[in-house]
C-alpha cells in the first residue's frame, strides 16, 4: 500500500491534484460526547452555563471544517458547497451523537474536513459544559462514509 502523503524518498508531500478530475465529494462522519446522567439531562435541554449548546457547537463545526487545512498541514483549502452536523441522543448511556456531512465540487476528498468538523463539534460541546463535568469523555470519531473521486464509494460496515 503506498501512502500519497510522502514522496518516493519517505518524505511528506502535498499530494498534487492538478490533473485530478473535479467530481462531485461528500463525507460524513461521525463522533460522539459521553457525560454523566445529571449533566446529559442538562444537555440535552439545549442550555447550559455558556448558553446554546448545540447552536454554537454546530456553528464551531462549521467554521471548523471550512479550516482544516489551516489545521492539518497537507490538506489542500477547498470550496465546500454544503457542511451541516446533526445530532442523536442516546438518554440510555447518556450520550450525544454527532453526524457532519460535508459536501463540495473539486479535485480532492472532504473527509478531514467532516472529521474535523465532528471533532470540534464534540470539543464544543465538551467547553460549553466543563464548568459542571470534567469527566465528559469525547469520541470514538470515524468517518461513516464518502463518496466522488478515483476510489469512489467507502461506506463504513459496523460501528
Known amino acids: 500500500m503506498k501512502l500519497t502523503h510522502v514522496d518516493k524518498e519517505g518524505r511528506a508531500r502535498m499530494v498534487d491534484v492538478t490533473e485530478k478530475k473535479e467530481t462531485e465529494r461528500e463525507a460524513i462522519a461521525s463522533g460522539r460526547v459521553k457525560m454523566a446522567k445529571k449533566t446529559y439531562e442538562l444537555v440535552k ?11 454554537v457547537a454546530k456553528i464551531a463545526g462549521i467554521m471548523a471544517a471550512k479550516e482544516t487545512h489551516k489545521l492539518i498541514p497537507l490538506c489542500h483549502p477547498l470550496a465546500l458547497t454544503h457542511i451541516d452536523v ?67 464509494r467507502f461506506k463504513r460496515q459496523s460501528i
Open 45 to 55: 435541554t439545549g442550555y447550559g452555563p455558556k448558553g446554546d449548546i448545540f447552536t
Open 86 to 152: 446533526t445530532f442523536d441522543f442516546d438518554d440510555k448511556d447518556g450520550i450525544v451523537n454527532i453526524t457532519s456531512t460535508v459536501k463540495t465540487k473539486g479535485q480532492t476528498g472532504v473527509e478531514m474536513e467532516a472529521l474535523t468538523c465532528a471533532t470540534v463539534t464534540a470539543l464544543t460541546i465538551y467547553d460549553m459544559c466543563k464548568a459542571i463535568d470534567k469527566g465528559i469523555e469525547l469520541g470514538p470519531f470515524f468517518l461513516l462514509e464518502k463518496s466522488g473521486g478515483k476510489s469512489g
